[in-house]
């Protein structure tokens, strides 16, 4: 899906979103993430009541939800019915009502949503005994204000939760009221200190929200007129320096870093002014302040600050760039280092493991190395594939497993769940759709998985059989995990121009999940996710009489536009999958501009793991890993996904070999 702007989403959570348009209001109802589209529905008689319903609940409409619900006494998904029924009057419904809905559909995906919408409640009024009760039963338990005010709940008990309040106070983006009050609550207990909210306004700041970070200030007597300056006029705020209080300084290191956003140069200078009055862990807090903003830019002075911060406190996504900008420079030490200063769960994660193993790797630790690359070898994800090259395993397909009994289809058929999700995607709710069907795959064995796999793909519910299959273990089907749906016109589309068919099948797998109807909330549509102009283009270019966007989600039409463009950007960009699917993502511009600042070749996986947009980053490796599994599938000799990466090399951005491509 090409673009025109930075506002991206991400294909898995898009699909989650394919509902209709629902207030603002209504947030604890509709998908936690990702971005609201309308959808287009065409539904008659107690289906299109149902529709209403959903809708009215959601305006809160109370009056128009009662009489709509009264008329689906025998509708085939009754507890959604109830549900959107008592939605609305949640807060001044008798607690009785709330019960018995939970204990009538207990074990339910939608129990577990009305449960998360209560315990927001209970959070708000302060009903620690409810709320106590009911918390250890929310399954998901996904919801960051719920666990804020799980912990003020002990808070107020006298318990000591600081520790466990800094491991999640950590993505100011979900904060909410709950967690804001939490962080108030723990500074008022003593459990918290100003360099606490000291960082949390720091990264609360960085990630955007500027409420939360205005609330926690104020706890510390730091007025909005103090605040804004900083955030809003840093030049200002710099040029006055970093003498006198510790706010001052707090103040002066917040506008480093907005200023450095735009004019790294000056924040540089004003911060070598201020160095004297600051003491060691200022310093290093300040050169993280550049250093963020400079690695975001792809800039060769970020490894510089980043060798400067280590006694800072980062956020997560500064823990991050450390490592990133110590692979853009080729400094293996400070690689394995910046790992070694994360968070022990940060270490955890597939991406970090595989850096220090590599890492090791350079400083002939071989057997640290390995035991690493092991722990993630088995796993089909980009670095999982990328680990089993290190240890010298070739990727093949696992032999496939015995079909489905007709027994075990049969109790995928029977599971109510299951039922729900096909309804609801007969209405295009994708979301409850997607909801009801993962709710399910929580507690199935592997053998019932395979069998849910098949029973999507006799439903051509394509999306949910590779959700299902990814959850495997033991039961691995290739052909469910990584399907090739409209094999013949995919065949026909790519043979003539020599476009290699696994990446385009890896490419769609990633862009739509094989959704036919997927629209993102910008516009582009179909398997490929072509945005109109895009399509428009491509149609010119290849003589394609009598194109209108009316057929742009025509499985032919939009295979065809979508592999000529493809293949256009490939060509463009000097053969280079890895910087072509990025092209394909983000535009063909910007790959060019951050492949323009490096100062000499990277492979291809550092490259991948420094795209400074985050969707396109994780696009890059995802459509890559699929495209080498779809390789293994097509051809027996074994695939690297090494060599696929290639080498990235700088090259003048200023070149004009992009034509005129969208």
């Given at each position: 899906?090409?673009?025109?702007?930075?506002?991206?989403?991400?294909?898995?959570?898009?699909?989650?979103?394919?509902?209709?348009?629902?207030?603002?209001?209504?947030?604890?109802?509709?998908?936690?993430?990702?971005?609201?589209?309308?959808?287009?529905?065409?539904?008659?008689?107690?289906?299109?009541?149902?529709?209403?319903?959903?809708?009215?609940?959601?305006?809160?409409?109370?009056?128009?939800?009662?009489?709509?619900?009264?008329?689906?006494?025998?509708?085939?998904?009754?507890?959604?019915?109830?549900?959107?029924?008592?939605?609305?009057?949640?807060?001044?419904?008798?607690?009785?009502?709330?019960?018995?809905?939970?204990?009538?559909?207990?074990?339910?995906?939608?129990?577990?949503?009305?449960?998360?919408?209560?315990?927001?409640?209970?959070?708000?009024?302060?009903?620690?005994?409810?709320?106590?009760?009911?918390?250890?039963?929310?399954?998901?338990?996904?919801?960051?204000?719920?666990?804020?005010?799980?912990?003020?709940?002990?808070?107020?008990?006298?318990?000591?939760?600081?520790?466990?309040?800094?491991?999640?106070?950590?993505?100011?983006?979900?904060?909410?009221?709950?967690?804001?009050?939490?962080?108030?609550?723990?500074?008022?207990?003593?459990?918290?200190?100003?360099?606490?909210?000291?960082?949390?306004?720091?990264?609360?700041?960085?990630?955007?929200?500027?409420?939360?970070?205005?609330?926690?200030?104020?706890?510390?007597?730091?007025?909005?007129?103090?605040?804004?300056?900083?955030?809003?006029?840093?030049?200002?705020?710099?040029?006055?320096?970093?003498?006198?209080?510790?706010?001052?300084?707090?103040?002066?290191?917040?506008?480093?870093?907005?200023?450095?956003?735009?004019?790294?140069?000056?924040?540089?200078?004003?911060?070598?002014?201020?160095?004297?009055?600051?003491?060691?862990?200022?310093?290093?807090?300040?050169?993280?302040?550049?250093?963020?903003?400079?690695?975001?830019?792809?800039?060769?002075?970020?490894?510089?600050?980043?060798?400067?911060?280590?006694?800072?406190?980062?956020?997560?996504?500064?823990?991050?760039?450390?490592?990133?900008?110590?692979?853009?420079?080729?400094?293996?030490?400070?690689?394995?280092?910046?790992?070694?200063?994360?968070?022990?769960?940060?270490?955890?994660?597939?991406?970090?493991?595989?850096?220090r193993a590599r890492a090791h790797q350079v400083a002939n630790h071989a057997e640290q190395a390995n035991k690493?690359?092991?722990?993630?070898?088995?796993?089909?994800?980009?670095?999982?594939?990328?680990?089993?090259?290190?240890?010298?395993?070739?990727?093949?397909?696992?032999?496939?497993?015995?079909?489905?009994?007709?027994?075990?289809?049969?109790?995928?058929?029977?599971?109510?769940?299951?039922?729900?999700?096909?309804?609801?995607?007969?209405?295009?709710?994708?979301?409850?759709?997607?909801?009801?069907?993962?709710?399910?795959?929580?507690?199935?064995?592997?053998?019932?998985?395979?069998?849910?796999?098949?029973?999507?793909?006799?439903?051509?519910?394509?999306?949910?059989?590779?959700?299902?299959?990814?959850?495997?273990?033991?039961?691995?089907?290739?052909?469910?995990?990584?399907?090739?749906?409209?094999?013949?016109?995919?065949?026909?589309?790519?043979?003539?121009?020599?476009?290699?068919?696994?990446?385009?099948?890896?490419?769609?797998?990633?862009?739509?999940?094989?959704?036919?109807?997927?629209?993102?909330?910008?516009?582009?549509?179909?398997?490929?996710?072509?945005?109109?102009?895009?399509?428009?283009?491509?149609?010119?270019?290849?003589?394609?009489?009598?194109?209108?966007?009316?057929?742009?989600?025509?499985?032919?039409?939009?295979?065809?536009?979508?592999?000529?463009?493809?293949?256009?950007?490939?060509?463009?960009?000097?053969?280079?999958?890895?910087?072509?699917?990025?092209?394909?993502?983000?535009?063909?511009?910007?790959?060019r501009l951050w492949r323009s600042t490096l100062d000499k070749p990277v492979e291809g996986a550092i490259f991948?793991?420094?795209?400074?947009?985050?969707?396109?980053?994780?696009?890059?490796?995802?459509?890559?890993?699929?495209?080498?599994?779809?390789?293994?599938?097509?051809?027996?000799?074994?695939?690297?996904?090494?060599?696929?990466?290639?080498?990235?090399?700088?090259?003048?951005?200023?070149?004009?070999?992009?034509?005129?491509?969208?």
């Amino acid at each position: 899906m090409i673009r025109k702007s930075c506002k991206f989403w991400i294909g898995e959570l898009l699909l989650s979103a394919l509902v209709i348009l629902v207030p603002s209001t209504a947030m604890s109802a509709v998908p936690k993430r990702g971005v609201v589209t309308r959808t287009v529905v065409t539904a008659t008689g107690a289906d299109a009541d149902f529709i209403a319903l959903r809708e009215a609940s959601l305006r809160g409409d109370t009056g128009d939800a009662g009489r709509l619900a009264a008329r689906l006494t025998e509708y085939p998904i009754q507890s959604y019915v109830d549900y959107y029924r008592l939605y609305p009057r949640l807060a001044s419904a008798p607690e009785g009502e709330i019960r018995s809905f939970l204990g009538r559909y207990d074990g339910t995906a939608i129990a577990d949503r009305l449960r998360n919408d209560w315990l927001l409640m209970l959070g708000r009024a302060r009903d620690w005994r409810v709320f106590d009760e009911q918390y250890p039963l929310f399954v998901l338990n996904d919801d960051a204000q719920v666990k804020c005010y799980a912990l003020s709940s002990r808070v107020a008990k006298g318990e000591y939760v600081a520790k466990a309040a800094r491991e999640l106070l950590v993505l100011p983006k979900n904060y909410g009221e709950a967690c804001v009050d939490l962080i108030s609550r723990l500074y008022q207990n003593k459990q918290f200190n100003e360099t606490d909210l000291w960082h949390q306004v720091r990264i609360a700041v960085e990630y955007g929200n500027v409420g939360a970070a205005r609330r926690i200030a104020y706890q510390m007597d730091v007025s909005e007129r103090q605040l804004m300056p900083a955030i809003d006029k840093p030049a200002m705020t710099v040029d006055r320096g970093a003498a006198g209080s510790r706010a001052t300084k707090e103040l002066f290191l917040i506008a480093l870093g907005r200023l450095a956003k735009d004019h790294r140069d000056r924040a540089e200078r004003a911060l070598h002014k201020a160095l004297f009055r600051l003491s060691h862990e200022e310093q290093a807090q300040a050169w993280a302040q550049l250093a963020l903003p400079a690695s975001l830019a792809l800039s060769k002075d970020a490894v510089g600050f980043w060798r400067k911060s280590w006694d800072a406190t980062l956020s997560q996504e500064a823990y991050h760039w450390r490592v990133r900008a110590a692979l853009r420079d080729g400094d293996w030490s400070m690689v394995g280092r910046a790992i070694d200063s994360m968070p022990a769960e940060m270490q955890k994660e597939a991406t970090w493991v595989y850096w220090r193993a590599r890492a090791h790797q350079v400083a002939n630790h071989a057997e640290q190395a390995n035991k690493l690359l092991l722990s993630i070898a088995t796993q089909y994800h980009f670095y999982g594939l990328l680990a089993a090259e290190e240890l010298g395993q070739k990727l093949a397909v696992p032999p496939r497993p015995q079909p489905p009994t007709a027994e075990e289809m049969a109790e995928a058929a029977a599971n109510p769940g299951f039922r729900h999700s096909l309804k609801f995607f007969e209405m295009e709710l994708r979301f409850e759709g997607n909801r009801e069907w993962n709710w399910q795959l929580r507690k199935l064995s592997e053998r019932q998985l395979l069998a849910a796999g098949e029973f999507a793909r006799q439903n051509d519910v394509l999306d949910r059989m590779v959700t299902t299959a990814d959850r495997a273990k033991s039961e691995l089907d290739f052909g469910q995990r990584f399907p090739t749906p409209h094999d013949d016109i995919m065949t026909a589309a790519v043979q003539p121009i020599g476009l290699d068919k696994a990446w385009v099948y890896g490419l769609m797998r990633q862009e739509s999940r094989f959704v036919k109807a997927a629209r993102s909330n910008v516009g582009a549509s179909g398997l490929m996710q072509i945005m109109p102009a895009t399509a428009h283009y491509v149609a010119r270019k290849i003589g394609m009489a009598g194109f209108s966007l009316s057929g742009l989600n025509d499985t032919r039409t939009n295979i065809t536009l979508g592999t000529q463009y493809l293949n256009m950007v490939l060509g463009s960009l000097g053969g280079s999958q890895t910087l072509a699917t990025a092209a394909y993502n983000a535009g063909p511009s910007r790959p060019r501009l951050w492949r323009s600042t490096l100062d000499k070749p990277v492979e291809g996986a550092i490259f991948a793991e420094t795209i400074p947009f985050s969707e396109t980053r994780g696009y890059v490796k995802n459509v890559l890993a699929n495209t080498t599994c779809y390789a293994a599938l097509f051809d027996s000799k074994a695939p690297s996904l090494k060599s696929r990466l290639g080498v990235v090399s700088p090259r003048d951005a200023l070149l004009s070999e992009l034509g005129d491509l969208p």
